[in-house]
Every structure is written in C-alpha cells, then in structure tokens.
C-alpha cells in the first residue's frame, strides 16, 4: 500500500472500531466517533532522520504508513490485549535500547524452545526495530534477519504472555491480519 491507500485502510478500520464501541450496549456511548487517524503523516525529512539514526532503511510498507499517520493510538484507550499505540518516526527505536530487561527474562532459556530456529531466538529479539508503545507486555516489532525478497522485513507480535511470536511477511501483512481478525470479531483495535 502506499500512503493514500494506508489512510483510506486506517479510516476505515477506526470507523468499524468507533461503529462497535457505538453500537455495543455494555460500553459507554461515543457521542463523536473516531473519525481521523489523528497524526500528520511522516515527511521524507522525518523518514531520512530516523533512518539515520537508526542505521538503517525503513521497509517499504512501514514507510509508508508512516507517511500516512507518523504514529497512531489505539483507540478509546481500552484494548487489553494488543501491542500498544505506535511510536512516531522519531520515536522508533530498537527493541534492546528500551528493553534490556524483557530481552533479560528470555535470555538462556529459549534454546529449545519452538521458536528458536537458526538463531537463538533471543539474539532475533535483540535485534528487532520497536514500532509500538504502552502495550499490554506486548509490542508490534519488525526483524531485519528475515527479509523477503520485495525487501519486506518480517513483522512480529510480540508479547509476554503469549507462548510464541505471531509471524508476518511484513508490515503490511500483519497490519491487514490483524484487520481481518478484528473484523471477524477477534480483537478491539489496531
């Protein structure tokens, strides 16, 4: 997707989101539905500085979300169970710089675990780029190490509590699962 289409797909999922916090009878009525993705889109500047200073050059379909709303908040701040709000492009970080202690509690027992596969599944955590925020001991993560060959990373839901990662050939990908889990009924927000 490119930016326009990314803000069309955004708009419409946060629709759904703000039509079934409206229409549920157990949740507070929403007087003015979420209607906007609420950020301005990330410019090429912002896009080159986070690039530089994290070393690297963003995947395609992340960048251009990015473009399309540089950050995004869960809605009505009530998901449980989803990997937080997105941070903006200035904010993107590697997930060892904020989570030494998370990478800690996995360290040395993961060598036989299912998701372990050529590397150590600690030394792929080290290595993924943080894409969200405040989540519930969860985060949306992108891996580097696996790349495909549109040079997509591969994208991740990472989370505590959950016996393994949820795998995405991308940014992309994952964005548009997690769309259609919410659709059908799985999930509350982004």
């Known amino acids: 997707m490119n930016a326009t289409e990314w ?28 209607c906007g993705l609420g950020f301005p889109g990330a ?7 986070a690039e530089a200073r994290l070393g690297t050059r963003l995947p395609r379909s992340y960048r251009e ?23 903006p492009a200035a904010q993107v970080d590697w997930f060892n710089a904020r989570n030494a202690g998370w990478i800690e509690a996995y360290d040395g027992v993961d060598d036989a675990s299912p998701q372990a596969a050529s590397l ?16 519930d001991a969860a985060a949306y ?33 994952m964005m548009r699962t997690r769309y259609h889990q919410f659709m059908s009924g799985v999930g509350d927000g982004f």
């Open 7 to 34: 803000t069309t797909f955004l708009a419409r999922w946060n629709r759904a989101i703000a039509e079934r916090k409206t229409n549920n009878p157990n949740e507070p009525r929403v007087v003015h539905p979420v």
């Open 65 to 87: 979300f990015l473009k399309a709303t540089n950050g995004l908040n869960q809605p009505f701040s009530y998901v449980p169970a989803c990997g937080g709000d997105f941070w």
């Open 141 to 173: 993560l992108l891996n580097p190490r696996v790349v495909g060959p549109d040079g997509e990373w591969e994208a991740w839901f990472f989370a505590s509590w959950s016996p393994e990662v949820e795998r995405f050939l991308s940014f992309e990908d």
């Open 43 to 49: 410019t090429e500047v912002d896009l080159a500085q």
């Open 120 to 135: 150590r599944f600690v030394d792929e955590l080290r290595g993924t780029l943080e894409l969200s925020h405040d989540g």
